[in-house]
């Protein structure tokens, strides 16, 4: 039987066919959430911006993953700093206090939600000990930063000798090796790992490539100044598809140089969340960026140094409202 959100997409006229076959490109559409279970994760560029979400947001997540990132607003609004303290962990490495401060600061201004709302939340960090795009020392540092606002001790894992990369069971370049498509083929899951951190036990599982939709991203923002891709995508469980079942929902945000443009879709199709997200109801909504040299960003990265401006890390921020307001569609708010 074909599934109602199928029937709604074919009824206007938009073909649901994975995004790998046909580029046909449907609205984001409602979805069935339970209510506690939207959490975030990202690699690199986009584990900062992992970060960021949960900060910024922390009413609204429940946990968040980092993969080869590192503390809320460590570049402090400057490449300089993104790169040696953030990245190489020079020059002192990221100044935790004093980030600890500002997002204090920042909460109290109401321009991110309360810090107290990360007391209970679940937060997962993966560093691989052979990295040397985002030094392992740095990332260790968000066990210091969130000291303070998260209860329970953070799950890690700092011992595989992974290169920069996502670490997945048996896709991407050898586990040990800097490249392309910075998927690492480590036998261990990330995603999943990060997932059970989260969730509990999980049931492992086999994606289906037809439950991957590629989704309009331009209704969500508006000027040129924003690195955002025209579209992302989302992996929709066939358990989710009709919203009979509430499901978990989960935001991944990719890293720089695995944009559309360089390795077409094998973040959202391989970076390994689909297979735990099809087994355990897990709607999982990939966001895309793009380059754009004339903000300074040659490699597609999330912005986690303020090439969008100021607000880069505040809810005001563009590439913050956006990712907000993709999750609030699927939630229906």
Known sequence: ????????L??????????????????LPQLNVLEGSVTVSGLSSGGFMAVQMHVAYSSLFSGVGVFAGGPYFCAQGTLTLALDQCMYNVLG??????????????????TIDPTENMA??????????????????VVKTLEDYYAPFVNSPLT???????????????????????????????????????????????????????????????????????????????YIPTACSDGSTACRLHMSFHGCAQDYASIGDVWADHAGYNDWAEANDIIVVYPYAK???????SNACWDWWGYTGPD???????????SKEVLDRLMGN
């Open 1 to 8: 039987m074909i599934s109602l959100l199928r029937f709604l």
């Open 10 to 27: 074919v009824s206007v006229g938009i073909c649901a066919a994975t995004n790998s076959t046909t580029g046909n490109t449907i609205t």
């Open 93 to 110: 490495g990221p100044q935790i206090s004093k980030l600890i401060s500002y997002t204090n600061d920042q909460a109290a201004k109401g």
């Open 120 to 137: 209970d939340d679940k937060v997962y960090v993966f560093s691989g000990s052979k990295d040397t795009t985002v030094y392992p020392a």
């Open 156 to 234: 890690t894992e700092y011992t595989i000798p992974a290169q920069h990369c996502i670490p997945s069971l048996d896709y991407g370049e050898p586990c040990g090796i800097n490249s392309s498509p910075y998927i690492g083929d480590c036998e261990y899951s990330g995603a999943g790992h990060a997932f059970e951190t989260f969730y509990g036990d999980l049931s492992s599982g086999t994606a289906k490539e037809s439950n991957l939709f590629q989704f309009d991203q331009t209704e969500f923002f508006t000027g040129s100044g924003t690195s955002i891709n025209d579209f992302g995508f989302v």
């Open 291 to 297: 380059k754009d040299v004339s903000l300074g960003n």
């Open 312 to 322: 880069y890390a505040l809810q005001a921020g563009v590439q913050m409202e956006f």
